[in-house]
C-alpha cells in the first residue's frame, strides 16, 4: 500500500543492505531524487537493463546500497519484469528492496514538458499529453506497489529532497562535505571555491629567518602566527560565520562546500589558519577535507 503521508521510516538493520527503485512519470522528479540519494551515501544508476540488476547486487554484504532508476525507456521494461524483479529480490536475505514512485499532477507534466520544450519518451511524434496518458497507464500497477509515494506537483526542489531525506538519508539529512584550502594570492584565486578569507594581514613568518622555509603545519609557525593579537577574534568569527552558514547550505541541498585561506605566499598565515579552522570544524561533527595548494604542488602526490 501506498504511503502518502509522512510517518516515521523503519530503521534498516545492520547488516542490511538497501537497493530502492525510483521511478514514476517522465518530468516528475526521478532524476532528482537519484541525486538526493546519491549525495545520502547510495550508489545511484540510472535506466541500467533490469536484467543486469541480480548481478550487480552479487557481492559482499556491506557493500554499498544501491538506488536504481527504472522508467519506460529501460530497455526491458514491462510492467510485468518490474514487479516479477521486486518480488524475486525481495525474498533475498540481507537485501532491503523498496520502490519509491514519484507521481505528479497532468497538467504539471505537461508545463514542466512544455517549459523545457522536451519529447515525451512515449510520444516522440505526438503531443506530451497522449505520453502522459499512457506512461500513467502503464505504470498504474507498479504505483499500487509503491513502499513510499511522494506527489512532486506542488513541490520545489528543495521540498521535494526533504521529503526524499526523510525516507532515505541517514538521520533524514544528507551529508555536507567540506573542504578547507590555502592557497597563494601571487598564484590567484583557486578555482570553484565557496568561501575565501585573507590573512594576509597576521604577521608574518617569512621574515623570521629560522621560519621562512617552513610552512603553517609546523608547530613553530603556527605558534608565532597565533602569536598576533588578531589571530584569535579573527579564527573565531571565521569559525562563528561557517557555524551559521553550512547548516543553511546543507539545508539548501548544497553537498560539497570550499572554504578557502589565502596570504601572500600560500606557506604559512593561510596554511596555519586552514590547518586551525579544519580542525575545529571536524570536532563540530562536520566531515571535512583539507588541501594546501602550493604546498601540494611543492610536495605532488604520487599517482
Known amino acids: 500500500m501506498p504511503i502518502d503521508t509522512p ?5 534498516v538493520p545492520a547488516g542490511i543492505r538497501r537497493l530502492v527503485l525510483v521511478t514514476g512519470p517522465s518530468g516528475a522528479g526521478r532524476s532528482s531524487a537519484l541525486n538526493v540519494l546519491e549525495d545520502a551515501g547510495f550508489e545511484a544508476i540510472d535506466n541500467l537493463p533490469l536484467r543486469l540488476l541480480p548481478a550487480l547486487l552479487e557481492g559482499p554484504v556491506n557493500a554499498r546500497s544501491v538506488a536504481l532508476g527504472i522508467d519506460a525507456r529501460n530497455r526491458d521494461f514491462s510492467t510485468n519484469a518490474v514487479l516479477d524483479l521486486i518480488g524475486r529480490l525481495s525474498t ?32 516522440p511524434e505526438d503531443r506530451p499529453a ?24 506542488g513541490l520545489n526542489i528543495h521540498q521535494m529532497r526533504e521529503e526524499v531525506e526523510q525516507w532515505f538519508a541517514p538521520q533524514g539529512r544528507h551529508h555536507l562535505a567540506v573542504s578547507v584550502q590555502s592557497f597563494s594570492y601571487k598564484r590567484g584565486l583557486p578555482r570553484s571555491v565557496d568561501t575565501v578569507h585573507d590573512c594576509r594581514f597576521l604577521r608574518n613568518p617569512y621574515w623570521d629567518p629560522d621560519l621562512r622555509s617552513r610552512n603553517g603545519t609546523d608547530a613553530d609557525v603556527a605558534a608565532y602566527v597565533r ?22 547550505y546543507r539545508d ?15 606557506q604559512h598565515r593561510s596554511v596555519t589558519l ?30
Not at 252 to 266: Q, R
Open 252 to 266: 539548501e541541498g548544497k553537498s560539497y562546500i570550499a572554504i578557502a585561506f589565502g596570504c601572500t605566499g600560500g
Open 92 to 123: 533475498r536475505s540481507g537485501l532491503a528492496v523498496e520502490l519509491l514512485y514519484l507521481d505528479c499532477a497532468d497538467d504539471v507534466l505537461l508545463r514542466r514538458f512544455s517549459e523545457t520544450r522536451r519529447r515525451h519518451p512515449l510520444a
Open 227 to 248: 602569536e598576533d593579537a588578531r589571530f584569535a577574534p579573527f579564527a573565531q568569527k571565521v569559525f562563528e560565520l561557517s557555524e551559521l552558514l553550512l547548516p543553511a
Open 274 to 303: 586552514a590547518e586551525e579552522h579544519a580542525l575545529r570544524l571536524a570536532d563540530a561533527g562536520w566531515q571535512v577535507s583539507i588541501r594546501h595548494r602550493e604546498l601540494d604542488r611543492q610536495h605532488p602526490t604520487e599517482v
Open 7 to 11: 510517518v516515521p521510516p523503519q530503521p
Open 130 to 153: 497522449q505520453g502522459i496518458t499512457r506512461e500513467k497507464e502503464l505504470l498504474g500497477p507498479i504505483r499500487a506497489r509503491a513502499d513510499v509515494l511522494i506527489d512532486t506537483t
